[in-house]
Nanobody
Framework: VQLQASGGGLVQAGGSLRLSCSTSGRSFSSYGMGWFRQAPAKELEFVAAITYSGTVTDCADSVKGRFTISRDDGKNTVYLQMNSLKPSDTAVYYC????????????????????WGRGTLVTVSS
C-alpha cells in the first residue's frame, strides 16, 4: 500500500481545510486508516482514525467536534475535514494504514500502522 497525503496549506484561524490521502493497491478497502500530525519539536500525535468498513471512527480530544475523518473506497481515498482551525493545529499531517486488515476497531497508537505516506503541511495563522 502506497499513500500520498495532499490538501495542506496556509489558512487563517477559524478557517477550514480538507486533507486527502490517496492510496495505491487494490486492498485499500480492507485497511483501517489513520491521520497523525507532528508539530515542530513535538512528538507524533494521533488525530483521527476510521475502520476498514467506515462504521467506526475516532478522533483525539483536541480535535473532537472540529475534525471529521471519512473514506471513499471507490476512490481509494481517505479524507480529513478540518474546521474551526486553530494555530495549535499547525503541523505536518500524515496518513497511515493499519498493519492488520479487517480490524473492527480503531487504534490511536502509531505502532499499529505500518504504511505511511509523505506528510502535508498545514499552517494556521492567528
Amino acid at each position: 500500500v502506497q499513500l500520498q497525503a495532499s490538501g495542506g496549506g496556509l489558512v487563517q484561524a477559524g478557517g477550514s481545510l480538507r486533507l486527502s490521502c490517496s492510496t495505491s493497491g487494490r486492498s485499500f478497502s480492507s485497511y483501517g486508516m489513520g491521520w497523525f500530525r507532528q508539530a515542530p519539536a513535538k512528538e507524533l500525535e494521533f488525530v483521527a482514525a476510521i475502520t476498514y468498513s467506515g462504521t467506526v471512527t475516532d478522533c483525539a480530544d483536541s480535535v473532537k467536534g472540529r475534525f471529521t475523518i471519512s473514506r471513499d473506497d471507490g476512490k481509494n481515498t481517505v479524507y480529513l475535514q478540518m474546521n474551526s482551525l486553530k494555530p495549535s493545529d499547525t503541523a505536518v499531517y500524515y496518513c497511515a494504514a493499519d498493519q492488520l486488515r479487517y480490524r473492527r476497531i480503531t487504534k490511536q497508537h502509531f505502532s499499529h500502522y505500518n504504511y505511511w505516506g509523505r506528510g502535508t503541511l498545514v499552517t494556521v495563522s492567528s
